[in-house]
Nanobody, 118 residues
Framework: QVQLVESGGGLVQAGGSLRLSCVVS????????MAWFRQAPGKEREHVAR????????YYTNSAKGRFTISRDSAKNTMDLQMTSLKPEDTAVYYC???????????WGQGTQVTVSS
């Protein structure tokens, strides 16, 4: 299993920026993909972006494309999400998640709250 710690959330006005970080420990050698998910009030938890751990190739959902940038440092076991042009609809608790290439891990971090005011 892996342990995940998210940080970097906060309160920001619409149009502002935040940089989220995730630190992973434990069985890091099994990581194939890492991803950011978010859960807004009254909504299901949804995928935002993911990154191939080995190559760094990113993938973005439509909501993130053009505004968010995902990155990782596999040597430091960290993953970041640089968020710009934030909108109130980005308000959510953001979580990171890992995959070993076969399935997503059932382990979640504590999440970090992002609140975007209008």
């Amino acid at each position: 299993q892996v342990q995940l710690v998210e940080s970097g959330g906060g309160l920001v006005q619409a149009g502002g920026s935040l940089r989220l970080s995730c630190v992973v420990s434990g069985r890091t050698s099994t990581i194939y993909t890492m991803a950011w998910f978010r859960q807004a009030p009254g909504k299901e938890r949804e995928h935002v972006a993911r990154i191939d751990w080995t190559t760094g190739m990113p993938y973005y959902t439509n909501s993130a494309k053009g505004r968010f940038t995902i990155s990782r440092d596999s040597a430091k076991n960290t993953m970041d999400l640089q968020m710009t042009s934030l909108k109130p609809e980005d308000t959510a608790v953001y979580y990171c998640r890992t995959s070993d290439g076969s399935r997503w891990s059932d382990d979640w971090g504590q999440g970090t709250q992002v609140t975007v005011s209008s």
